[in-house]
């Protein structure tokens, strides 16, 4: 049989066509990173990219008397122009497990930090401090979030979550960030209701408001298979939790992905696109060492930490239990020196944050169990973790059917100079609506975090307002990070 050009047009309109059968995903305003397929129908020579963060450096040492080499766990907060850093705080310097406390450090610009000598609790004799809690057990991994529950009351702003296996996880509140106090007496969370697993909780177990789901999540470590794993339970109250499920990987294919072990998840709804939750996930990998005793000694490692390596990855999820490894190699590795080649460094912070105009930042633990240890900051373009990435021999998708509300389509994109982004909006039936087409189009030149694609028409998308549409792109030499219908302002 001879395949004519006609002949894969008219597969080519059956299959949008098939596409187009199905119900349309309803975008209305909100935005779309390009980090999963799930917008993606068909593609040509482009493929999903994970952008590596740029190292910023150091921003916080763990140098205090209550602090030191053990310090971990740290959660960054952003509200309005005020950030703040909890973490693990070691009483005498000792190992993790032992003498353990909570700190708290602050910032205008999530760039540079202080910390505040709060007067709350006495250390040392002193409560010249920047502590918070002093409670071992719930001190060793104590995460917390501002609640955006339209329902949460003002003395319950701040919620965190905290326990280990022989205690349970509790449930704390605060009104301001800095008195906490807990929700109830009993714990919220027990081995009991998480059958089937061993050593629960050992590690950040993190918790949030998913706007999404309506209804608290709670993402936290378990131990199956010789293999670190992570649960997810949900809550409409935060003191009642349901829904236990063991999360499974799904790759760039759709299949199932590897299994590795992951010592924190670090999952939360990302603040530009709560429908997704990004993990920024500690990958361990136990009893992969680099280091020699001697090398080891040099660098004033304590000695049971130098056996083990990890790195930071990057996974995504939509709720449910899966998460998507689109990307299994590392998202920020191990930097150079053998002081970057220890047990649990390279450990991400929860939560991203925007620290610039166009910029956001990711945290990380480095120099774990050395008297260097410290907070590093990663910084990325706004929306920036990955993208759909066409070379300069040009590519091109489709996405699946889609409505949306709003009267113009931004983009988060950046070309080289010759390359450039073109788009053509098809109807439900495959075609190019006239006005939308390639040739109506005016290319996309430049690097931008929102520009509105143009037509010769301009901008003003009002007519296509709750069709099933299709996106049609062409690439040469792009990136394309996000869109987003929006109302023009």
């Known amino acids: 049989m001879r395949i004519t050009a006609k002949f894969l047009s008219l597969l080519a309109l059956l299959v949008t066509s098939r596409l187009v059968a199905g119900e349309p995903i309803n975008l209305g305003q ?26 910023e450096g150091s921003v916080m040492p763990f140098d205090g008397p209550w602090e030191g080499p053990f310090c971990a766990y ?41 910390k505040p000598k709060l007067g709350l609790v006495e250390m040392n004799g002193s409560k010249e401090n920047n502590i918070i809690l002093a409670e071992n057990t719930f001190s060793h991994n104590f995460s917390p979030f501002i609640d ?29 960030g800095q008195h906490w106090q807990t929700i109830q007496y009993k714990p919220v969370l027990t081995t009991n209701d998480v059958p089937g697993f061993q050593f629960m909780f050992d590690s950040q177990n993190v918790s949030c408001w998913s706007e999404a789901e309506n209804r608290y999540v ?7 298979n010789h293999i670190r794993r992570i649960a997810r339970v949900d809550s409409k109250d935060y ?34 696109a709560p429908q997704i939750y990004v993990a920024v996930a500690a990958r361990f990998m136990p009893g992969r060492q680099v280091l020699t005793a001697e090398e080891a000694k040099a660098i004033g490692v304590h000695p049971k930490y130098f ?64 008297p260097t240890a410290h907070l590093r900051r990663y910084s990325l373009r706004l929306d920036g973790f ?55 189009n005016i290319e996309t030149i430049g690097n931008e975090i929102e520009r509105p694609a143009r037509w010769k028409k301009g901008t003003d998308l009002s007519q296509l307002v709750g069709q099933t549409v299709q996106l049609q792109f062409k690439m040469k030499d792009a990136d394309l990070y996000a869109i987003q219908f929006a109302e023009k302002k």
């Open 386 to 440: 990955s993208s759909l990435r066409a070379p300069y021999e040009g590519g091109e998708f489709t996405t699946k059917p889609v409505t949306f509300s709003g009267n113009q389509l931004l983009l988060n994109f950046s070309t080289s100079a010759a390359g450039g982004i073109k788009i053509a909006i098809l109807d439900k039936t495959g075609k190019a609506i006239p006005g939308y087409t390639f040739a109506d």
């Open 307 to 370: 056996k083990d390596i990890s790195d930071a990855i990057f996974m995504t999820s939509r709720g449910g239990n899966i998460y998507d490894r689109t990307y299994m190699g590392a998202f920020i590795r191990p930097g150079i020196g053998a002081e970057n080649w220890v047990s649990r460094t390279t450990y991400p912070a929860l939560n991203v944050v925007q620290t610039g105009t166009n910029e956001m930042s990711v945290y990380v633990n480095q120099n774990y169990a050395q």
């Open 74 to 114: 740290v959660t960054i907060l952003h509200s309005g122009d005020q950030f703040r850093a909890y973490y693990r705080g070691k009483a005498d310097g000792s190992r993790d497990g032992f003498n353990e406390c909570t700190c708290v450090a602050e910032s205008r610009d999530g760039i540079k930090w202080t």
């Open 30 to 55: 909100r935005r779309e990173l390009f980090v999963d397929s799930f917008l993606i129908a068909t593609k040509t020579n482009v493929q999903f990219t994970l952008h590596e963060p740029r190292d």
């Open 148 to 176: 955006g529950n339209p329902a949460a009351k003002l003395e319950q702003k701040y919620k965190a979550i905290a326990g280990y296996e022989n205690s349970g996880l509790k449930a704390f509140c605060s009104g301001d």
């Open 218 to 224: 709670l993402f936290f470590r378990v131990y199956t």
């Open 239 to 272: 003191l009642h939790w349901e829904n236990l499920q063991l999360m499974e990987y799904r790759g760039a294919d759709g299949q199932p992905a590897p299994v590795e072990n992951l010592y924190t998840s670090q999952t939360h709804p990302y603040f530009r």
